[in-house]
């Protein structure tokens, strides 16, 4: 049974940081590119960052790069999302997946708000 569990969400400051984990299982997680989509009120999901399998190749989209870190330990089947500089347009629902074959956790709320 596939599961991906984010964690680390929550209320920030303007500014401030937060990192995000999401732990997987019932795949082979060492294999696939990883990321991290968001989904902010009355917008479509899109992709804030992805990691490809070994972790050395990483996107970010121009709206979070030089903000947000991408990162993985393949021994602990972990995902994480490092973000710093937060911006109220960065509130959003956090998904964590795999892309290619489609899974996808639950999601976890993140709202930067003064």
């Known amino acids: 049974q596939v599961q991906l569990v984010e964690s680390g969400g929550g209320l920030v400051q303007p500014g401030g940081s937060l990192t995000l984990s999401c732990v997987a299982s019932?795949?082979?997680?060492?294999?696939?590119?990883m990321a991290w989509f968001r989904q902010a009120p009355g917008k479509g999901r899109e992709l804030a960052a992805s990691?490809?399998?070994?972790?050395?190749?990483?996107t970010y989209s121009d709206s979070v790069k030089g903000r947000f870190t991408i990162s993985r330990d393949n021994s602990k089947n972990t995902v994480y999302l490092q973000m710093k500089s937060l911006k109220p347009e960065d509130t959003a629902v956090y998904y964590c997946?795999?892309?290619?074959?489609?899974?996808w956790g639950q999601g976890t709320q993140v709202t930067v708000s003064p």
């Open positions: 990691i490809i399998n070994t972790g050395g190749g990483t």
């Open positions: 997946g795999a892309p290619a074959l489609n899974y």
């Open positions: 019932g795949f082979n997680f060492d294999m696939w590119t």
